[in-house]
């Protein structure tokens, strides 16, 4: 019994420990005051005044573009790049996987000046397009990181079969390995969605004048003072994260559910 | 699985086809200030007078600006940089001159504000706001009156201090302290200075950066260093503090508007900076941003009470002591050994 509890109070701190920073800026959200030092009553003039703001909004929508491209363009990369890699045998399949942590290793800086080079020396403009070429270029690794596990526990025999049957290649990819790895590629394009959110250091090297993401444009108001319609927009992200989770349990449920009743 | 791939793929094309075409028929100019530093509704009425359409982007420091344009390969038309940045912008060939016959504006600027140390000739450089720091104190916890750097040496004052979190300006109120120039090139100087330092930690409450205003408002402390911009921010929350110019002098500094070597649109910059030099603008920027503007006929539009703010505009004479950071060029090596010894001393 006592240990019972014992583990719910160490939950429920670890919890604590995890959720009160965004719990204390959500508060903070409503604070009729520019300071955080001080409660000065509730107020939406942050939401209010977060939705005049043309550039945090534009920071917002850059935001959205790079995440939801650079997700969507490295998974489908990261996927055929997984496959191809679970196919090679010996050496190479040791010396590819290997080229494929290294990026995953590296710090951020490291890679973001080295993309700043290689952009100036390819003459390639610095704006949305090297920016969601740096973004790529960091989420492909983590992509085929998240597939290939899937790949190995998949049964090798079931491909062969569905072609010995009469399937083509590409008919027995998309019907019987795709379906397979599917929760691999979906973990994969959820974190190469939330890393390119995330990035703050590689944006920075590798974008040009007129884009700006959120992290650069909250980083930039470090002088000022960070201004509170980011508390609001950050409480509005959290909202939606937590309406989008919701929504993907209760359908992934709802499938289970079919499937028992299949059976 | 197909209607889901070719839904996948228009995605990506109408995403992909948003990044990349992006009309240019207007002509723009590239815009690149401190993070919070205009009010933006100034933009909306260049665009609409002018029918220049303003990228408008923002940085944190004067180093980050300064990588920025090193960079290369995207350039921009006007930016913001201080004193000594310009300075070294200037000596590095990164700057154009600026034609100012296109800003007649600038006869509106203050002369005390031009031709100053970093642009001698002002060929290239537009003052845009400025600013002095000094020492904000909680009156409600500390009875007498604080005048000078040297106060803050006063043992009475223990684990009430806060310092600024910055090479140039800690290692500053030092060097005034012993009424030596804040941009003197001698190393003993400096170490007296880093002595100094060494000596006032154990009564220092805490170095911090901008969250120096939360700890003064909720009175974990009594005693800062800040800048004039700020600490007019603060008083305005608790009128309780009080500001001071310290009696030994202070460091005066500039934010300014100058436009890159590789601007694009030369002529379009310089309307903007005039633009910017118009008295209802600048009055416009000065009221949101709380900084002093370089520009009477602004003043003069603003609320009576900044107007008579010993804070944003101090009378001349509290002026007299003041320096304007340089570049310490060959000797910045220094300034580094130096800061670090004072912030690794126990």
């Known amino acids: ?263 | 699985m197909k209607k889901r791939l070719i839904l996948l793929v228009t995605l990506t094309l109408l995403i992909t086809s948003v990044l990349s075409g992006c009309g240019e028929s207007k002509p723009s100019i590239n815009v690149y200030n401190w993070g919070e530093y205009i009010n933006t509704d100034v933009l909306e009425i260049f665009e609409e007078e002018t029918g220049i359409r303003v990228i408008y982007d923002t940085y944190a420091t004067n180093e980050d600006l300064y990588v920025k344009m090193k960079q290369g390969g995207s350039s921009y038309d006007v930016v913001f940089p201080s004193d000594y940045m310009i300075e070294r912008m200037i000596s590095e060939d990164l700057l154009s001159e600026i034609d100012l016959n296109n800003i007649p504006m600038i006869k509106g600027v203050d002369e005390r504000f031009l031709n100053l140390d970093y642009d001698l000739k002002n060929l290239y450089s537009v003052p845009y706001m400025w600013g002095t720091v000094g020492i904000i104190y909680n009156t409600s916890m500390i009875d007498r009156e604080l005048t000078s750097w040297a106060d803050l040496w006063d043992e009475e004052f223990a684990g009430e201090i806060i310092m600024l979190n910055s090479q140039r300006d800690t290692l500053a109120v030092a060097l005034k302290k012993l009424h030596y120039s804040m941009n003197t090139r001698s190393i003993e100087e400096l170490e007296e200075a880093r002595d100094e330092l060494i000596k006032q930690k154990p009564i220092v409450y805490a170095y911090l950066g901008d969250e120096v205003k939360d700890v003064m408002i909720g009175g974990e402390a009594s005693i800062a260093v800040v800048w004039s911009g700020d600490a007019a921010a603060m008083i305005e929350e608790d009128s309780d503090l009080k500001y001071v110019i310290p009696e030994e002098g202070t460091n005066l500094w500039f934010d300014a508007m100058v436009v890159p070597k590789n601007a694009e649109n030369k002529e379009a910059a310089e309307q903007f900076i005039n633009f910017m030099t118009r008295p209802d603008i600048a009055a416009m920027n000065a009221e949101y941003i709380g900084y002093s503007s370089p520009i009477p006929e602004a003043i003069e539009l603003l609320p009576e009470e900044v107007q008579n703010s010993e804070v944003a505009y101090p009378s001349n004479e509290k002026l007299e002591n003041t320096e304007i950071f340089m570049d310490p060029k060959d000797i910045i090596g220094e300034y580094d050994r130096i800061w670090t010894e004072i912030t690794s001393a126990q």
């Open chain 1, 1 to 263: 019994m006592v240990n019972k509890n014992l583990k719910r109070f160490y939950a429920i701190l670890v919890f604590i420990f995890l959720y009160a920073p965004i719990i204390v800026l959500i508060i903070y959200s409503f604070n009729d005051s520019k300071l955080r030092g001080s409660w000065n009553g509730f107020t939406l003039k942050w939401y209010y005044e977060l939705f005049k703001n043309k550039e945090a909004l534009r920071a917002l929508y850059y935001t959205l573009i790079i995440a939801l491209s650079s997700s969507i363009i490295s998974t489908v990369l990261g996927t055929f790049a997984a496959i191809g890699i679970h196919g090679m045998r010996g050496l190479n399949k040791k010396v590819i996987l290997n080229l494929n942590y290294l990026p995953v290793l590296n710090p951020d800086i490291v890679t973001a000046v080295a993309l700043m080079a290689l952009f100036r020396l390819a003459h390639i403009n610095f704006g949305l397009f090297s920016l969601l070429l740096a973004h790529i270029t960091f989420s492909v690794p983590y992509v085929i990181l998240s597939i290939l596990p899937k790949l190995k526990q998949m049964n090798v025999y079931l491909a062969e079969a569905a072609m010995d049957l009469g399937a083509t290649p590409f008919y027995s990819l998309r019907k019987i390995i795709i379906p397979q790895i599917l929760p691999g590629i979906i973990t994969g394009a959820l974190l190469a969605f939330t890393l390119s959110i995330d990035d703050f250091v590689i944006s920075f090297f590798t974008t040009g004048h007129g884009i700006s993401n959120l992290s650069i444009y909250i980083y930039s108001m470090a002088r000022k003072g960070i201004n509170p319609i980011i508390n609001a927009l950050s409480t509005l992200m959290f909202i939606f994260m937590i309406v989008l989770l919701l929504i993907i349990n209760y359908r992934s449920e709802k499938t289970e559910k079919l499937i028992e009743e299949r059976r």
